[in-house]
């Protein structure tokens, strides 16, 4: 059964340093999708991408953030300079359409971000 | 905006028995999806079941149901027969444009 798979399992970053999230969505989906979900807390959206280009965005999502479809296979969310407060597990997720339709979203394990 | 309120924190059920998780939310949209995730504690977000909000008919998977009540914005899981593997963080969630997730029900199960 396809997944979706991320990469790495566990990131340890400097505060201030940038770090790359990778994701790679099951094949014939083409919509992508991060979350993060703080220890303890809820998942939270921050950003979903169509068509190479952000469709929507949470306040979550600041300058900080940005999304990338490199290539045909990966989906990336960069940090650019950490703070102690992205500590928290990053989701990937993505759904082969969205809102309207048939929308069911899947997620990858995740990437546990730890920042010191 | 839309809202997901988990009002049950922490559940626990016996084994073999039934238990109802309970999801309501806040919206303006007649048209929009609903789904339960599980969250066991190697935190993968699992897919349980989903929902579409102009279908009347209550989802079902397995030992899994919802009671889906549109007008009172009311999305409640049932899982029958309760397993030790079942024991997990429930998450309710509600998506038009974006996915919104409630805080989480952790269920335990006892042997």
């Known amino acids: 059964e396809p997944e979706v798979t991320q990469t790495p399992s566990h990131q340890v970053t400097q505060m201030g340093q940038e770090v790359i999230l990778r994701c790679v969505p099951i094949s014939n989906h083409l919509y992508f999708y991060w979350y993060r979900q703080i220890l303890g807390q809820k998942v939270e959206f921050l950003v979903s991408?169509?068509?190479?280009?952000?469709?929507?965005k949470s306040e979550i999502f600041d300058d900080q953030f940005s999304v990338e479809r490199p290539d045909g296979s990966n989906f990336t969310l960069k940090i650019r300079s950490t703070k102690l407060e992205d500590s928290a597990m990053y989701f990937c997720?993505?759904?082969?359409?969205?809102?309207?339709?048939?929308?069911?979203?899947?997620f990858g394990p995740g990437t546990r971000l730890t920042v010191l | 905006a839309q809202t997901v309120t988990q009002s049950q924190p922490e559940m626990s059920v016996q084994e073999a028995e039934t238990v109802t998780l309970s999801c309501t939310y806040d919206?303006?949209?007649?048209?929009?999806?609903l789904f339960w995730y599980k969250q066991p504690p190697s935190r993968q977000m699992i897919l349980v079941i989903r929902?579409?909000?102009?279908?009347?008919q209550n989802a079902t998977e397995n030992r899994f149901s919802v009671n889906f009540q549109k007008a009172a914005k009311s999305f409640s899981l049932k899982i029958s027969d309760s397993q030790l593997g079942d024991a997990a963080m429930y998450f309710c969630a509600y998506h038009l444009n974006d996915m919104r997730f409630g805080a989480g029900t952790r269920l335990t199960v006892k042997p």
């Open positions: 929902q579409e909000a102009y279908k009347q």
């Open positions: 919206t303006s949209e007649s048209d929009y999806y």
């Open positions: 997720a993505s759904s082969d359409v969205a809102g309207g339709e048939t929308d069911t979203q899947y």
């Open positions: 991408f169509y068509n190479n280009e952000i469709s929507e």
